[in-house]
T-cell receptor
Framework: NAGVMQNPRHLVRRRGQEARLRCSPM?????VYWYRQLPEEGLKFMVY????????ESGMPKERFSAEFPKEGPSILRIQQVVRGDSAAYFC?????????????FGNGTRLTVT | AQTVTQSQPEMSVQEAETVTLSCTYD???????LFWYKQPPSRQMILVIR??????QNATENRFSVNFQKAAKSFSLKISDSQLGDTAMYFC?????????????FGTGTRLKVLA
């Protein structure tokens, strides 16, 4: 039973380029969350998605950032025109439906470096 | 708004000793869950222990136990017989469900170093 899969593990982009981060949730999980972790800081909520729906994007910057979770395929976090301040570790987590007592299962994260 | 506070940025403990990491939270909700996650240098987030707010009994998982004080909104983690592999960042997290959405809020973490 594979866990939450994130790729790539490391991503280097120059300023102005686009970054695409992928997340495949655990089998049977239909809730996906994206978090950002800046160096020496905790996890900050960005967005919560279910299949084909964005449920809560209150933590995501209004510009340049977007997320999707299509009916087929992984969830994608997309950052357009990256800037140095976007350098961080981005974590995806998933949980099953209707299990409030089920904790988040995290992927290993994608470390984005903007040069 | 819910907040989670971890007031100890760094702690250290001798191997085989006991250490307690503190966490307080602020909420007006009555039904929620609390979690402790561990993040070793590998960066993976690993669930350590969880507590349901309506349960009086403190959760225990092997060497890990919590002291849950609902009235004080405190949720500390006790690690007994500390091992070198316990060296990691520890995050306290609060979760509730509202209007069909799950809300998880994390603290800023405590960096624990276990000394040989």
């Amino acid at each position: 039973n594979a866990g939450v899969m994130q790729n790539p593990r490391h991503l280097v982009r120059r300023r102005g380029q686009e970054a695409r981060l992928r997340c495949s949730p655990m089998k049977g999980h239909s809730h996906v969350y994206w978090y950002r972790q800046l160096p020496e800081e905790g996890l900050k909520f960005m967005v919560y998605l279910q299949k084909e729906n964005i449920i809560d994007e209150s933590g995501m910057p209004k510009e340049r950032f977007s997320a999707e979770f299509p009916k087929e395929g992984p969830s994608i976090l997309r950052i357009q025109q990256v800037v140095r301040g976007d350098s961080a570790a981005y974590f995806c987590a998933s949980s099953p439906l209707d299990r409030m007592d089920s904790p988040l299962h995290f992927g290993n994260g994608t470390r984005l470096t903007v040069t | 708004a819910q907040t989670v506070t971890q007031s100890q940025p760094e702690m250290s403990v001798q191997e085989a000793e006991t250490v307690t990491l503190s966490c307080t939270y602020d909420t007006s909700e009555n039904n929620y869950y609390l979690f402790w996650y561990k993040q070793p240098p590998s960066r993976q987030m690993i669930l350590v222990i969880r507590q349901e707010a309506y349960k009086q009994q403190n959760a225990t998982e092997n060497r890990f136990s919590v002291n849950f004080q609902k009235a004080a909104k405190s949720f500390s983690l006790k690690i007994s017989d500390s091992q070198l592999g316990d060296t990691a960042m520890y995050f306290c997290a609060f979760m509730k469900r509202a209007s069909g959405t799950y809300k998880y809020i994390f603290g800023t973490g405590t960096r624990l170093k276990v000394l040989a």
